[in-house]
């Protein structure tokens, strides 16, 4: 789409990219910045040639033209939109347009969309203004109704997996269990890494995820023992569910089953014929809506305790 507004002359003045932390949006707001100011032979094909000056300067954050604001701190802050204002006045120093890249658009401090909605209402000529986000709700009517959006879906896990393979050196099985946590995210799959590495997935499985019977004594010991950061119990809890899924896929696909978890089919294969399908499947709705409640800022410790009391019950 990009691509054929560059060839087609329609590029508007405005772009709203929306899609989940991690999803490519900045990537592909950098890469448009290239082909908008490329000097090479792709440019007539509303692309980058990556190897031209322009290119090269961009890629190094040294292009005069292409202006990246993020977050200082937690927001945007109201003197880095002024400043940007003040630089977007200027025609452009040596590319063909300027671009603006405003990361973190849906987190900007008190009274920015105001400061900001004056350049979107009456942008400088040769300026292409690009907004990212993850969520739409946290942004004003009128911003939004000023720019064109994009939506950044995510990606299918086999195309996570490769690219995690063929672009950052990983084996095919840590890239599928990468892909697999990622929500179709490359950039969550590579922040998750170091964390997944400490998560002993074996003996999660054995002693917690395919055990039939749970104590209280064994209860109260692995509610003490996972994370007490939100965002690791969280993935913990991922990775519980991914575990529970290849059981049902061991249970009920005879032939290579496709898993997640690979490397441990010869300790599922086994712990599977103690289970009915049934009984899986009710686990993994229990984990599932308590991984919902824990999102919602429900009290970690209770739901955990609520989840394998009704665990021990099935």
Not at 56 to 69: E, G, M, Q, S, Y
Not at 267 to 285: C, F, G, H, I, Q
Request: charged share 25%; aromatic share 4%; proline share 6%.
């Amino acid at each position: 789409m990009l691509q054929r507004a560059i060839r087609n002359e329609k590029v508007v003045n405005s772009y709203l990219f929306l899609g989940n932390e991690g999803i490519g949006k900045k990537s592909v707001a950098l890469q448009f910045a290239k082909a908008l100011n490329c000097l090479g032979g792709e440019a007539e094909k509303g692309d980058a040639c990556d190897h031209c000056p322009s290119c090269k300067k961009i890629d190094h954050a040294l292009h005069p033209d292409v202006l990246l604001i993020e977050p200082e701190g937690q927001n945007i802050k109201v003197d880095q939109v002024r400043q940007m204002q003040r630089e977007l006045a200027y025609k452009p120093y040596e590319g063909k347009r300027r671009v603006c890249i405003l990361t973190a658009a849906d987190r900007m401090a008190p009274h920015i969309p105001n400061t900001l909605l004056k350049t979107l209402e009456e942008p400088p000529l040769h300026t292409v203004i690009i907004l990212l986000a993850n969520n739409s709700r946290f942004i004003l009517p009128t911003i939004l109704s000023r720019c064109q959006p994009v939506r950044f879906n995510p990606l299918p896990i086999p195309l996570v997996s490769k690219w995690l393979m063929e672009g950052k050196g990983f084996n095919e099985a840590e890239a599928h269990l990468l892909a697999s946590l990622s929500e179709g995210s490359p950039g969550k799959a590579l922040e998750i890494q170091e964390e997944i590495r400490q998560i002993p997935r074996e003996e999660l499985l054995k002693d917690w995820v395919g055990l039939k019977s749970l104590s209280f004594e064994r209860i109260g010991s692995w509610v003490g023992s996972l994370p007490s950061q939100r965002e690791n119990l969280l993935l913990m809890l991922e990775v519980a569910k991914t575990l529970l899924r290849d059981l049902v896929m061991v249970k009920t696909l005879k032939k290579g089953p496709e898993l997640i978890h690979s490397d441990l089919l010869q300790v599922m294969e086994p712990m599977a014929t103690n289970w009915s399908l049934s009984s899986l499947l009710k686990r993994m709705e229990i984990l599932h809506q308590t991984t919902l409640a824990i999102k919602a800022n429900a009290n970690t410790s209770l739901a955990l305790e609520a989840m394998m009391l009704s665990w021990a019950e099935g």
